[in-house]
């Protein structure tokens, strides 16, 4: 296997671009897409051996794939994890990752604001089966305190949380996590892994949805989940396998083939969202701009405690509410609207008529989801050309917005 000839200190691009690679007997540069489903033996002793673990080798492709493993195997090597596990999509991570952590009688603490089909999964699908839920305010730590209780099992959070960008300090939430013996669960979708490590941070388990930044170009969907071995191999490996939510091959490559760019992308998009968050911050349409990266981050401390940039995305609040909010939105022409986020195309998405729609106004009022606020995915268009468009497209906005005042 070429990636054990790797140095084992190279630097993350260098891992990116060639960790996880299993060659075939042809010697291929680019790596391989098996696209099947099943596998065939030498022998019915070789097949019997084969599914009684005595010998190495795959079975099924809903149990693993060559391709999909070396995106885990290259997934592990990004964040630093002992073990990867790739599905069909973010959500497919989220819930089998909440699944392996409890059972009938446990108890969970989530962030109230997430994104929306996470919310789902600890606020309506584990109670289902018997896990009851305790939603918290993520940046209060008392409030994580408080609500653990001796049969927690997991707590569950996303920061950057989605859409505000509120931040939840992850080695102090990991901290009340162990004291009751359960695990931290971080998706860290909206921060990537070149922006925060949760695993360095004290959390347990990572979750993805590499449908954003790690595929990166629209394409695919698909989920990763990072964690011990031991966690991996005894709690996780069986729903997986059982239940089915593997990633195809052929995503698995399109994803594996996008992590030899992802550091390039995720610097670029970081920097093009800070030029971008600085150049609109004034401008008098614009009532607030919420962006990790700067210093009037109502959680800049903690941005600056664990994490190592901005990221990709920045909140901001348009004066005026819902009206001119949507005649910016329609005044764009390089940015598009759409709900998705990562992407190399800039997106821009009005959070309460959309994603977080289903909510009660109070419900958003409660995670600051106003009318009047964006959530702008930066994506790899020339820096001036995101600004530009961004300050005409505010210029009109205002100006739509006098007239239907006056
Ligand atoms: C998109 C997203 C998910 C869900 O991922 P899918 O690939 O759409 O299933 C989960 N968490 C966060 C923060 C996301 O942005």
Known sequence: MS????????????????????????????????LTQGFVYESAEAAEARFAGEEDGYVYSRYGNPTVTM???RMALLEGAEAARATASGMAAVTAAMVACTKAGDHVVASKALFGGCRYVVEEFLPRFGVEATLVDGPDVEAWKQAVRPNTT?????????????????????????????????DNVFAT???????????????????????????????VILSDEEWVTE?????????GPAMSPFNAWIMLKSLETYPLRIRQQTASATAVADAIADHPRVARVIYPGRADHPQA??????????????????????DPAFAFSNALNVVKISNNLGDAKSLITHPASTTHQRLTDEQREELGIGPGLLRLSIGLEDEADLIADMTQALDRAGKKASVSLG
Request: include cysteine; charge should be negative.
């Open 3 to 34: 990636s054990s000839s790797l140095p084992s200190d190279v630097g993350p691009s260098t891992r990116l671009v060639h960790g996880g690679v299993e060659r075939s007997q042809f010697g291929e540069t680019c790596e391989a897409l098996y």
């Open 71 to 73: 995106f885990q195997d």
């Open 154 to 186: 997991a707590l569950f959070t996303e920061t950057p949380a989605n859409p505000t960008l509120a931040l939840v300090d992850i080695p102090a939430v990991a901290e009340i996590a162990h004291s009751v013996g359960a695990r931290l669960v971080v």
């Open 193 to 223: 892994a070149m922006h925060q490590a949760p695993l360095k941070l004290g959390a347990d388990v990572v979750v993805y949805s590499a449908t954003k930044h790690v595929d990166g170009q629209g394409r695919c969907l698909g989920g």
């Open 235 to 243: 709690k996780l490996d069986v729903i997986l396998r059982q239940t």
């Open 301 to 322: 401390d903690i941005a600056r405690k664990q994490m190592t940039g901005g990221g990709t995305l920045i909140a901001l609040e348009i004066a005026g509410g819902r």
